[in-house]
């Protein structure tokens, strides 16, 4: 088992539809989560980060949270074509021991 | 957030030659960066922690002779790839956690292409 799972995808949604990005992870001690964008030969850039059980939103994004199910996901409202990149989950285990998924291609059609 | 910055953003090199990849925090003293290797269309995978003063912390399968780790000052950390042979093209990646909650703010990246 992968220690944090996401969906390959590529996921494609139309413009302005909410997009759903899905993550579980196998380590149950784990405390910190975050999403993070990569575009095509860039570099991750960190988008959310969710610490408690629950939804957190930030502007288009909302992170959620279930400890006890092991998972994370991240929404996407309105998308725009400007989103569409590869979405990073992460998932910080203890003292900086940061996994990542293998990322989800989103495409954003105009 | 952090502010990190990689030199080279790319680099060319023949096989059997080393290549030396400068990793610097802008505006925090990092007492510990992170370096990653990212193959395409694959994610990233840890190769090794790195603390200002100290060894790094090498994860299993990365080879501590070949991929050298230097974090002589609070806000540069190097690493070297020696003897590099094509199979060692990929994408570096460095990063650094900021006064926040464990999240970590990565660099530019380094594409690296051995001939």
């Known amino acids: 088992q992968k220690e944090v799972e996401q969906n390959s995808g590529p996921l494609s949604v139309p413009e302005g539809a909410i997009a759903s990005l899905n993550c579980t992870y196998s380590?149950?001690?784990?405390?910190?989560f975050f999403w993070y964008r990569q575009y095509s030969g860039k570099s991750p850039e960190l988008i959310m980060s969710?610490?408690?059980?629950g939804d957190k939103e930030d502007g288009r994004f909302t992170a959620q949270l279930n400890k006890a199910s092991q998972y994370v996901s991240l929404l996407i409202r309105d998308s725009q074509p400007s989103d569409s990149a590869t979405y990073l989950c992460?998932?910080?285990?203890?003292?900086?021991?940061?996994?990542f998924g293998a990322g989800t291609r989103l495409t954003v059609k105009p | 957030g952090a502010v990190v910055s990689q030199h080279p953003s790319w680099v060319i090199c023949k096989s059997g030659t080393s290549v030396k990849i400068e990793c610097r925090s802008l505006d925090f003293q990092a007492t510990t960066m992170f370096w990653y290797r990212q193959f395409p269309k694959q994610s990233l995978m840890l190769m090794a922690t790195?603390?200002?003063?100290?060894?790094?912390?090498?994860e299993q399968g990365v080879e501590k002779d070949k991929f050298l780790i230097n974090h002589a000052s609070l806000t540069l950390s190097t690493l070297t790839v020696t003897s590099a042979h094509p199979e060692d093209s990929s994408f570096y990646i460095c990063?650094?956690?900021?006064?926040?909650?464990?999240?970590?703010?990565f660099g530019p990246g380094t594409r690296l292409t051995v001939l």
């Open positions: 790195s603390n200002e003063g100290s060894k790094a912390t090498y």
């Open positions: 380590d149950r001690v784990s405390q910190s």
């Open positions: 990063s650094t956690t900021g006064t926040g909650d464990n999240e970590q703010f």
């Open positions: 969710i610490y408690s059980n």
């Open positions: 992460a998932v910080n285990r203890r003292n900086n021991d940061m996994r």
